[in-house]
Antibody, heavy 121, light 113 residues
């Protein structure tokens, strides 16, 4: 059974930094692309970032480009999201999601419960 | 960026009746080289993460009841629930994965009438 467990969320001041982690199990982590998707309170889903395994390429939403960095450690089955220069509008539940393939252009077929990031002074 | 627009924003359907949710993309998400539409549908119940229902616009994910079906091509897509069950109350969202950013529709809230 695929399991994705996010951690690292919390309260942070505007301009601050936070690193989210996602522990993956139940599948061969190194074979699949992984994404971060967020959901602001009461709002819809917003795709944030993707990391593929074919060539290690990374992709970002314009809203986070230059501030967020996605990475993975295949030896530890871990996905990360380093977030800096945080803004109030980054407040959301952040989900990690497993793709259905290793490259880009793929749907997400398993999701974690998410971790809440609150950016406020 | 490809903009995904769902209609309606909310929908109330009687138990056992058909529910239809539409999703329109601002650009085609059809790859003519493989004839695949890069469009997925997700279901999200309160307090839970999204669950994949449909991918490639019409392929049902394993374990998803066959009352859920997806159709459409190019820029216009539909999710149909043929006979609404109480457990289908949720928010449904479409997503294109044709080009990054992989944008979602705003979501459609489905309720029981």
């Amino acid at each position: 059974e695929v399991q994705l467990l996010e951690s690292g969320g919390g309260l942070v001041q505007p301009g601050g930094s936070l690193r989210l982690s996602c522990a993956a199990s139940g599948f061969t982590f190194s074979d699949y692309a992984m994404s971060w998707v967020r959901q602001a309170p009461g709002k819809g889903l917003e795709w944030v970032s993707l990391i593929v395994v074919t060539d290690g390429s990374t992709y970002y939403a314009d809203s986070v480009k230059g501030r967020f960095s996605i990475s993975r450690d295949n030896s530890k089955n871990m996905l990360y999201l380093q977030m800096s220069s945080l803004r109030a509008e980054d407040t959301a539940v952040y989900h990690c999601a497993k793709a259905g393939c290793g490259g880009n252009r793929c749907y997400s077929n398993s999701w974690g419960q998410g971790t809440l990031v609150t950016v406020s002074s | 960026d490809i903009v995904m627009t769902q209609s309606p924003d909310s929908l109330a359907v009687s138990l056992g009746e058909r529910a239809t949710i539409n999703c329109k993309s601002s650009q085609s998400v059809l790859n003519n080289s493989n004839n695949k539409n890069y469009l997925a549908w997700y279901q999200q119940k309160p307090g839970q993460p999204p669950k994949l229902l449909i991918y490639w616009a019409s392929t049902r994910e394993s374990g998803v009841p066959d009352r859920f079906s997806g159709s459409g091509s190019g820029t216009d897509f539909t999710l149909t629930i043929s006979s609404l069950q109480a457990e289908d109350v949720a928010v449904y969202s479409c997503q294109q994965y044709y080009s990054t950013p992989y944008t979602f529709g705003q979501g459609t809230k489905l309720e029981i009438k």
